[in-house]
């Protein structure tokens, strides 16, 4: 069986793939390399690949020289070389993207057929992508540390505060996101009846219905919205903090639980 070989189709499929491939793996490793210089990689490879499959007519040949030397040269001239360690990191990076790129993308055109439409599918991909990364990205920053600065009135509090996407309590009565806090952290306010404490409902598991003290601060700064360092400080006026013991917070790294909820708000 004969096939006819379009190089120039070859050559813009290849640069295509490689170059959405080389987008994503610079989102997913927050590169700064210039997208002239992805776009010189996937040249590279596109080329490359077209020379070898022209030249070499041994299918396994051709595939071990893609994976041994045009892979490399392509990660090499996408990215700038930041030690052994770092390069093997962003090769293994490229082939996870490769896979996860060229999955969609055939699944999408062998269920739904339509291989003429082949660059709707793979920007389709791409954007699928970049969503799936950016879907990643919100998690991680919600679920690391940031830096908290309560201030009660007559004390600035620096502490540690974890972003809790499940905490979707609410004050009834003011209408303001509830967040948690170590209640010993608040104990020269609270003996000295700086701080009124009121009492609000809530349910959660293990306890259907309960009462929860809580009080009202002056204001927050919270260290980059969602955890995000590069992010501004986020300023909330007038927080709702609920009292907690200092129980719920055996074995952990921070003292206030903060509610998702004012990301949004």
Not at 240 to 254: P, S
Request: with cysteine; glycine share 10%.
């Amino acid at each position: 069986m004969k096939y006819m070989f379009y190089p120039d189709v070859f050559w813009v499929t290849n640069f295509v793939m490689d170059l959405l491939v080389l987008m994503l793996v610079r989102r997913a490793k927050k590169s700064r390399s210039r997208i002239l210089r992805i776009c010189l990689a996937a040249a590279l490879g596109a080329t490359s690949s077209t020379f070898l499959f022209l030249t070499i007519h041994s299918f396994i040949l051709c595939q071990v020289l893609v994976h041994a030397l045009i892979n490399p040269a392509v990660v090499l001239t996408g990215f700038p070389i930041r030690g052994t360690g770092r390069f093997f990191k962003d090769m293994g990076m490229m082939y996870l993207v490769t896979v996860f790129l060229g999955g969609i993308l055939s699944f999408g055109m062998a269920t739904l057929g339509q291989w003429k439409y082949f660059f709707l599918w793979a920007v389709g991909a791409f954007g699928v992508g970049m969503l799936t990364l950016g879907w990643l990205e919100a998690g991680r920053s919600l679920n690391a540390g940031c830096q908290v600065l309560l201030l009660t009135g007559e004390r600035s509090l620096k502490l540690t505060g974890f972003w809790d996407t499940g905490n979707l309590l609410e004050d009834p009565f003011v209408k303001q996101p509830v967040h948690i806090i170590q209640e010993e952290l608040l104990e020269e306010e609270l003996k000295g009846q700086r701080l009124a404490v009121r009492y609000i409902p809530f349910h959660s598991l293990g306890q259907e219905q309960g009462l929860l003290r809580v009080v009202t601060l002056k204001a927050m700064y919270v260290g980059g919205q969602g955890g995000r360092g590069d992010a501004a400080p986020l300023y909330i006026e007038k927080p709702v903090f609920g009292l907690a013991k200092e129980t719920l917070f055996q074995r952990e790294n921070y003292q206030v639980i903060l509610n998702a909820r004012c990301i949004s708000a």
